[in-house]
């Protein structure tokens, strides 16, 4: 069985990929109004792919005989100055993603639950890469001024970014 606080802290997680899921959707609504139809889909896959984070964990803790407790999500940013802005509000978020991961790791390890720790590691890994092609994008954007013809390249380039689902029967490591 989890600990309780174990299970607190893994619902609470659910929580903060279901609103990444919520945040990425907003900036999807935001690249969709201003006709970035390829950046758009890179926000569509990150929908994605945050949902899969979630269903993980509600996965899990169904698995270890654990109680799902669903909550509140709050309302995503809605207001974009430009496509810059959307990449940087992209980078802080999943830095705190991943501070989050860390701490739910620091939970793990104290209680010495070595399934939640080795669930985990998935997620530790994920953020690396998550914080990798973000900050990637955002040089881009910032190497071109976020705007012209520069920008139109990007677009196209993320317009074949696709979701790549878990194999079936697996709890859904992408
Ligand atoms: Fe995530
Ligand atoms: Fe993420």
Same mark, same amino acid.
Request: no cysteine; aromatic share 8%; charged share 25%.
């Given at each position: @069985?989890?600990?309780?606080?174990? =299970?607190?802290? @893994?619902?609470? =997680?659910?929580n903060?990929? +279901?609103?990444?899921?919520y945040?990425?959707?907003?900036?999807?609504?935001? @690249?969709?109004?201003?006709?970035?139809?390829?950046?758009?889909?890179?926000?569509?896959?990150?929908?994605?792919?945050?949902?899969?984070?979630?269903?993980?964990?509600?996965?899990?803790?169904?698995?270890?005989?654990? *109680?799902? &407790?669903?909550? *509140?999500?709050?309302?995503?940013?809605?207001?974009? *100055?430009?496509? &810059?802005?959307? #990449?940087? =509000?992209?980078?802080?978020?999943? *830095? #705190?993603?991943?501070?989050?991961?860390?701490?739910?790791? !620091? &939970?793990?390890? %104290?209680?010495? !639950?070595?399934?939640? $720790?080795?669930f985990?590691?998935?997620? /530790? !890994?994920?953020q /690396?890469?998550?914080?990798?092609?973000?900050?990637?994008? +955002?040089?881009?954007? %910032?190497? $071109?001024?976020?705007?012209?013809?520069?920008?139109?390249? $990007?677009? =196209?380039d +993320?317009?074949?970014? /696709?979701?790549?689902?878990?194999?079936a029967?697996?709890?859904?490591?992408?």
């Amino acid at each position: @069985m989890l600990s309780a606080r174990l =299970q607190e802290a @893994m619902n609470e =997680q659910i929580n903060k990929e +279901l609103y990444s899921e919520y945040i990425y959707l907003s900036m999807e609504a935001y @690249m969709r109004s201003i006709d970035l139809d390829g950046i758009a889909n890179f926000f569509t896959v990150q929908t994605q792919e945050e949902h899969l984070h979630a269903m993980k964990i509600y996965n899990f803790i169904i698995d270890r005989g654990g *109680k799902v &407790v669903l909550k *509140k999500i709050e309302t995503p940013p809605v207001d974009f *100055k430009s496509v &810059v802005d959307v #990449f940087e =509000q992209t980078l802080e978020h999943e *830095k #705190f993603i991943t501070k989050s991961i860390n701490d739910l790791m !620091d &939970v793990a390890v %104290k209680e010495n !639950d070595h399934a939640v $720790i080795s669930f985990l590691k998935w997620y /530790v !890994d994920e953020q /690396v890469e998550e914080e990798a092609n973000v900050t990637r994008i +955002l040089s881009k954007l %910032k190497l $071109i001024g976020g705007e012209g013809h520069g920008l139109l390249m $990007i677009d =196209q380039d +993320l317009a074949a970014r /696709v979701f790549t689902p878990p194999p079936a029967g697996s709890t859904g490591a992408a």
